[in-house]
């Protein structure tokens, strides 16, 4: 109660009263999993009773209701994921028209929505075989897992990209049909090393962090390493089976949705007369991009741009700090925001309840030990562990022997006899078989609610008993508005709490909270964040220079990537994010789309001949058109959650907006810049150079390197 005048003997008046019912367990297990239906039924009544009423006395005294359930939480959570289905479904059929539009051309024959079509069932196949087999292997389905087709659709939509843009790219041979399945072998044999390497680190990544102590970063990491993996089995197979279906329709000359409609004889001499075509953006790319960052002065220029951008950044991922997120779960607008505001206006002084629980102990004989234990933790609000002296009132001090002892002292003072600890008198029952009889009729009476505070295993055996304490309060003042824990702080008290516990030689037991839950996740979640980031990138690197089968090249695709992640980091500070259990999940998400814009880079230009600077404009020229177009459409599946009223969906729009940008920046940018000053020899070329020993010389005179 939070009151006018706290030293009135008698109150008056008050500003506050928060009320606490606890329901009897009706607990009932179903399918394998708990449920309490009476308990869920009464708490749903409860909030369609209170949320937004005002109670009016008889008096004229008016009282506004802040209610909370035990399911307010997931329940306003649930409801905010529930409430975007219709901006997801939104983003699927932007990505679907923007596929259409890419892919093909605007003829009804080269047109290619039903192969954009078959793009998005293979993802849908993926997510599907995702869930079902991490079901089947006993992984939970988190409410963070509801992400996961944006990151197959991610992913998927580009392999898609790099596969047809290869196929078009491919022309047939002399003699050979337009349809003919040497050439989609040959496409797939292009693109498909592109497309191992990005998968496959993609996978090795996530599957990496499904070892993280985080359960919810683990199964996440579970679903999508499945996921991954059969996402890429059916792009090269399902979708190349697409991809030659569309070819032998543009090949019969058949409309493109509508096959029994031939189409213009102007499309079927196309076909019969095929050349490579090249996109308005496969032509931008090649002929005014890739040689404008190339241009002496301005690589110089953009490459220390990005090395004192990753300098701004890394200062920002220095000041990131772990918080509580519990709150940005919340939709805006819940009743629940209102109820948490005003708890904490009325109440922020109230600290979090811990208790000293003790297991092995002679409890008739460590009576006064069990009430020195209010001695112990005296003083210590301003020191480790932070609780408030149980000496003063109001300090959320409760202990079962101390009221049993009073209670003695009212009914039984003959009974009791002296004892001391370090010197401190305290009054215990002399007779074992009297303290034992005296505790059952003072639990079965005045003392009913420390029931569950004493657990016996026989009427003269005590097996663990649980004394209350209560933290300070931690809540501190927010610079972007409002309150919020003070984590460092709060680990500090824990840590300190139980180092405490433990120190007592005379003591059996230790220190819990409900909240150690979510405080051990502070304590370790950095930690879990370098880990699986940085676990990631190595893998990156081990893959990257298997596949691509150079350690110059596959070093300068992880020092892109990791380029990125860093400034993401940074972002993050900026954009007023917190390290939380979705940030790490979509930073080891992010390891895995940045490698995807800058793999195909690195792996295109290892297949060009010339010099250095040729190569880069040709790798551009080649790929860039299809990494361009993956990483938009991965843009435009999420922009529309920029609007959403779940917190998990705007933090994936933010995290994937700075991926997309900055991956795409580092990956055509920055890579095409390092490969023009340090860029290997091509594959072939250093096959022909080590047989004859030739160096082509560039246009600078330099080797190609």
């Known amino acids: 109660m939070a009151l006018d005048d706290r030293d009135a003997e008698i109150v008056t008046n008050a500003n506050a009263a928060k009320l606490t019912f606890f329901l009897a367990s009706n607990e009932e297990t179903s399918d394998g999993e708990s449920v309490d239906e009476r308990g869920e039924d009464f708490e749903d009544k409860f909030l369609d009773l209170f949320i937004g009423r005002t109670l009016e006395g008889a008096n004229g005294v008016r009282l506004r209701c802040y209610p909370e359930a035990q399911r307010s939480l997931s329940d306003e959570f649930g409801e905010a994921i529930t409430g975007d289905i219709g901006l997801i479904s939104l983003g699927y059929v932007i990505i679907l028209i923007y596929m259409a539009i890419n892919l093909g051309a605007f003829t009804p024959v080269k047109m290619r929505f039903s192969l954009s079509l078959g793009c998005l069932v293979t993802v849908g196949m993926s997510v599907g075989t995702s869930i079902g087999l991490a079901s089947a292997f006993g992984q939970f389905y988190g409410p963070v897992n509801s992400v996961l087709p944006f990151v197959l659709l991610g992913l998927g939509v580009d392999d898609s990209f790099v596969i047809a843009n290869s196929f078009d790219q491919t022309p047939p041979l002399p003699g050979e049909a337009f349809d003919a399945p040497t050439r989609v072998a040959r496409a797939l044999g292009h693109s498909g090393v592109s497309i191992t390497v990005t998968s496959l680190t993609d996978f090795v990544a996530f599957s990496i962090s499904i070892s993280t102590v985080l359960p919810g970063l683990s199964t996440f990491c579970a679903y999508a390493a499945i996921g991954i993996l059969a996402l890429f089995l059916y792009q090269v197979t399902f979708f190349t089976a697409c991809l030659s279906l569309d070819a032998r329709r543009q090949a019969a000359n058949r409309a493109d949705l509508v096959c029994c409609f031939h189409g213009r004889q102007a499309d079927a001499e196309a076909t019969k007369n095929y050349e490579p075509p090249r996109s308005y953006i496969s032509t931008f790319l090649k002929d005014y991009f890739a040689p404008f960052i190339l241009r002496r002065g301005v690589r110089e220029f953009l490459a220390l741009g990005f090395f004192a951008m990753l300098g701004v950044f890394i200062h920002g991922a220095t000041l990131l700090s772990v918080e509580s997120s519990e709150r940005n779960f919340i939709p805006d607008g819940?009743?629940?925001?209102?109820?948490?505001?005003?708890?904490?206006?009325?109440?922020?002084?109230?600290?979090?309840?811990?208790?000293?629980?003790?297991?092995?102990?002679?409890?008739?004989?460590?009576?006064?030990?069990?009430?020195?234990?209010?001695?112990?933790?005296?003083?210590?609000?301003?020191?480790?562990?932070?609780?408030?002296?149980?000496?003063?009132?109001?300090?959320?001090?409760?202990?079962?022997?101390?009221?049993?002892?009073?209670?003695?002292?009212?009914?039984?003072?003959?009974?009791?006899?002296?004892?001391?600890?370090?010197?401190?008198?305290?009054?215990?029952?002399?007779?074992?078989?009297?303290?034992?009889?005296?505790?059952l009729e003072f639990l079965d009476g005045p003392g009913f609610d420390y029931n569950s505070s004493v657990a016996f295993a026989s009427p003269t055996e005590i097996i663990a008993s649980r004394i209350q304490f209560e933290y300070v309060s931690f809540l501190e003042d927010d610079p972007r508005g409002g309150k919020r824990d003070d984590t460092d702080k709060q680990i500090d008290a824990m840590d300190g709490m139980r180092s405490l516990v433990g120190s007592w030689d005379d003591v059996e037991g230790f220190a819990w909270s409900y909240a150690y839950l979510l405080w051990e996740t502070y304590k370790i979640i950095y930690r879990e964040l370098i880990q699986g980031t940085g676990l990631a990138l190595m893998a990156v690197f081990i893959i990257t220079l298997v596949l691509i089968a150079h350690p110059i090249t596959s070093g300068l695709v992880f020092l892109c990537v990791g380029m990125t992640i860093a400034d993401i980091l940074g972002v993050m500070f900026y954009w007023d994010l917190v390290v939380d259990n979705v940030a790490v999940i979509m930073l080891v998400l992010a390891v895995g789309l940045s490698v995807d814009y800058s793999a195909h880079v690195g792996h295109a230009f290892m297949t060009k001949q010339g010099t250095n600077e040729e190569r880069v404009i040709a790798a551009l020229g080649d790929i860039g058109a299809a990494v361009l177009n993956g990483a938009l459409s991965t843009f435009l599946a999420v922009v529309l959650l920029s609007q959403s009223e779940s917190y998990v969906f705007r933090v994936l729009f933010r995290l994937f907006f700075a991926t997309v940008v900055l991956g795409v920046g580092h990956g055509m940018i920055l890579l095409p810049i390092l490969l023009y000053y340090v860029g290997p020899k091509a594959y072939s070329q250093r096959l022909h150079d080590g047989a004859k020993h030739v160096e082509v010389p560039t246009s600078e005179g330099r080797p190609a390197a």
């Open 334 to 439: 819940s009743y629940l925001l209102d109820t948490y505001d005003k708890n904490d206006e009325y109440f922020a002084d109230r600290g979090t309840t811990v208790e000293v629980v003790t297991t092995d102990m002679d409890y008739f004989a460590s009576q006064a030990v069990l009430q020195d234990l209010k001695l112990r933790l005296s003083g210590r609000e301003d020191r480790k562990p932070f609780v408030k002296d149980p000496l003063q009132d109001g300090s959320g001090y409760e202990s079962w022997i101390e009221d049993f002892i009073l209670y003695m002292n009212d009914t039984n003072p003959a009974a009791l006899s002296s004892a001391s600890v370090d010197g401190t008198p305290y009054q215990v029952v002399s007779d074992e078989a009297t303290f034992f009889s005296s505790l």
